[in-house]
Nanobody, 122 residues
Framework: QVQLVESGGGLVQAGGSLRLSCASS????????MGWFRQAPGKERDFVAR????????NYADSVKGRFTISRDNAKNTLYLQMNRLKPEDTAVYYC???????????????WGQGTQVTVSS
């Protein structure tokens, strides 16, 4: 089992920045590829970014490329998402997830956090 806890969400004006964190309780965190997803009200949960177990490979959704950066610190069992130049359409609940696969799909991830709300005002 991998328990994940997100933090760092909040209310920010358009153009601002936020940094999300996802802490894992297990030392096996470094064994997993990690992803960030988001879900806006009334919409499906969408892929945002992913990073492989070592941090050497990353991938982003087109909608956030160039604005968001995913990273991880395996010594601290923590995943991050730096979000810059935020837009109102980035408003959603953000979830971190862990997977033994290299996947950009919701079904590819077996472990999920509880989510953190990000609201971007115009």
């Amino acid at each position: 089992q991998v328990q994940l806890v997100e933090s760092g969400g909040g209310l920010v004006q358009a153009g601002g920045s936020l940094r999300l964190s996802c802490a894992s309780s297990r030392r096996t965190f470094s064994n997993y590829n990690m992803g960030w997803f988001r879900q806006a009200p009334g919409k499906e949960r969408d892929f945002v970014a992913r990073i492989n177990w070592s941090g050497g490979n990353t991938n982003y959704a087109d909608s956030v490329k160039g604005r968001f950066t995913i990273s991880r610190d395996n010594a601290k069992n923590t995943l991050y998402l730096q979000m810059n130049r935020l837009k109102p359409e980035d408003t959603a609940v953000y979830y971190c997830a862990a997977s033994s696969r290299w996947s950009d799909s919701v079904v590819g991830y077996g472990y999920w956090g509880q989510g953190t709300q990000v609201t971007v005002s115009s």
